[in-house]
């Protein structure tokens, strides 16, 4: 795909979450909620870490990560999405930050866990975002990945995290839940 088509697809995702801003919570708090309490149960839970939500919305994870007692780092291409979240969660273990998932302003390995929900199915290259989040992940971290059934097949889910230097640990497919949820651990 070249770089033109990834950019219009990529504008017209921050268009409409920069829209959709004010009324994400209201649409969409139980449904993500759920994720995230399946995605946290499955974890390893020390404390401490350099945590990463990459694709934080109003930051309705941060609400459900703080348990885990690190620092999160929230990043979102919309900046009316970040604003939001910095409405909601702006204490001293949380930053926020208007960025593209493709293209992270961190150094390799700087995280100890990644988070991204719903967001693959949102870029135009989800390989590529795969390998950034591989990047900005130290070695042997966990990875928490989501992506609706609607846009991938479990199947194809799979073969895209194992392509890349993930193995999967764990697929969590609720027949109620409309994303497949992947445990990771980087190579």
């Known amino acids: 795909m070249g770089h033109d088509s990834c950019w219009k697809i990529k504008k017209r995702s921050v268009q409409h979450y920069n829209l959709t801003a004010d009324t994400y919570n209201r649409r969409y708090r139980e ?7 399946a995605a946290l149960e ?5 404390k401490g870490d350099y945590i990463l939500d990459l694709g934080c919305g109003t930051g309705l994870f941060i609400e ?3 348990e885990l007692e690190g620092y999160i780092i929230g990043v979102d291409c919309s900046k009316n999405m970040i604003k939001k979240a910095k409405h909601e969660h702006g ?4 930053s926020l930050l208007c960025a593209d998932a493709d293209h992270l302003p ?3 390995g700087a995280f100890d ?6 967001l693959l199915q949102n870029m135009p290259s989800p390989e590529r975002t795969v390998v950034e989040i591989c990047r900005v992940a130290r070695r042997g971290s966990e990875v928490v990945l989501s992506a609706t059934k609607k846009g991938f097949t479990g199947s194809s889910f799979l073969r895209l995290l194992n392509e890349e230097r993930l193995t999967v640990v764990e697929l969590i497919d ?3 839940s409309k994303d497949y949820i992947a445990i ?3 190579l």
């Open 31 to 37: 449904e993500q909620k759920r994720k995230y309490r």
């Open 42 to 46: 499955a974890l390893d839970a020390p």
């Open 64 to 66: 459900e990560a703080v």
């Open 91 to 94: 204490d001293r273990r949380v």
């Open 106 to 108: 961190f150094v390799e």
């Open 113 to 118: 866990k990644v988070f991204s929900f719903t």
């Open 174 to 176: 609720g027949e109620e």
């Open 184 to 186: 990771c651990r980087t």
